[in-house]
């Protein structure tokens, strides 16, 4: 019983800590302006047209995804996607990655 409840207070106060870590992503509210600032960052300093190829222009968006300070960490994942979809350094197609922003 004991077990029981230690576990719970953890998972308690687990929660009440880090609750801020948890906020999901809102694209079209809160955090329109963070991933702006991603995809500003992206497109500045990931230049598709010099990458090599695919995979190190995404590598490279993952990491100015990453230090963009303004940019909520579960909205992450979405910016980096967005440049895994994009036709950046795939033969036969132009750039292009619909806006995260508005809910695409």
């Known amino acids: ?18 609750g801020s870590s948890f906020a999901m992503c809102d694209p079209s509210g809160a955090d329109a302006g963070g991933i702006a600032d991603a995809q500003a960052n992206i497109a500045a300093n990931c230049n598709c047209a010099t990458a090599t190829n695919h995979g190190t222009y995404v590598i490279c968006a993952a990491g100015q995804a990453q230090g963009t300070s303004t940019l909520n960490p579960s909205c ?8 895994a979809r994009s036709t950046c350094v795939q033969a036969g197609f132009v750039q292009g990655c619909k806006s995260i922003v508005g809910g695409n």
């Open 76 to 83: 992450r994942g979405k910016v980096v996607s967005c440049s």
């Open 1 to 18: 019983m004991r077990k029981i409840v230690r576990g719970v207070l953890g998972l308690a106060f687990l929660f009440t800590t880090t």
